[in-house]
Structure formats: structure tokens, C-alpha cells
């Protein structure tokens, strides 16, 4: 059975980091793409960034430049930084696994984690 389990979040003041971190048992994530994607209460959850197996990496427009998703095949876990933070990043942040390998377009698989709350205010 395929596990994802988030963590990092927290309460940040607008301009500073956090880095998410999603650690996958049941599978192997080498082989696939990977993202984190974001939901606040009453909209669609959004995907924020994705990276291929090939570490081809791609951003929502709204985080270009300030988030860095990253991942350790060695340690099965895939990595969001965040830097310059705004309080329009407050969500919860989900990381899932692809059913692509190298498609510059992402393709959400059936597994999600818990989610971590990003909660960025003053």
C-alpha cells in the first residue's frame, strides 16, 4: 500500500521559508513524476509544482522563482522549498505521486497524502 507522508509546514511571516518534505513507502518514486499541490477551503486543489523522472521541473506561475521542488531517490522523498513566502501561499500542501514518468504535463495519481498547513501571516 502506497504511503505519502507530508511535513514541514507551519507558520511563517511573509517573506520567509519553509521547506516541505514527502517521504513515500509502498513505492519506489524513482520511477515516477512528482508534485506538491496546494488547497485552500472552497477551491480546487491547484498543483504548484512538478518534477519528472528525469528532474525536469515545472511551477504554477504564482511560485516561479520563489519554490524549488527537489527529490531523493535514495531516500524515496521529494522536497518543496519555499522562499519569500506570501500570505497568498497559505494552504494545505499535498505531495502526490504521477502516473507519468517524463511528461512535461502532469498526470495525478490515486495516492495523497495527509497534507501540511503553510500558514503564512504577520
Known amino acids: 500500500q502506497v504511503q505519502l507522508v507530508e511535513s514541514g509546514g507551519g507558520l511563517v511571516q511573509p517573506g520567509g521559508s519553509l521547506r516541505l518534505t514527502c517521504v513515500a513507502s509502498?513505492?519506489?518514486?524513482?520511477?515516477?513524476?512528482m508534485a506538491w499541490f496546494r488547497q485552500v477551503p472552497g477551491k480546487q486543489r491547484e498543483l504548484v509544482a512538478h518534477i519528472t523522472r528525469n528532474d525536469f521541473t515545472n511551477y504554477a506561475d504564482s511560485v516561479k522563482g520563489r519554490f524549488t521542488i527537489s527529490r531523493d531517490s535514495a531516500k524515496n522523498t521529494v522536497y518543496l522549498q519555499m522562499n519569500s513566502l506570501k500570505p497568498e501561499d497559505t494552504a494545505v500542501y499535498y505531495c502526490?505521486?504521477?502516473?507519468?514518468?517524463?511528461?512535461?504535463?502532469?498526470?495525478?495519481?490515486?495516492?495523497w497524502g495527509q497534507g501540511t498547513q503553510v500558514t503564512v501571516s504577520s
Open positions: 509502498g513505492t519506489v518514486i524513482r520511477f515516477n513524476a
Open positions: 502526490n505521486v504521477g502516473q507519468n514518468a517524463y511528461s512535461s504535463t502532469y498526470y495525478p495519481g490515486n495516492y
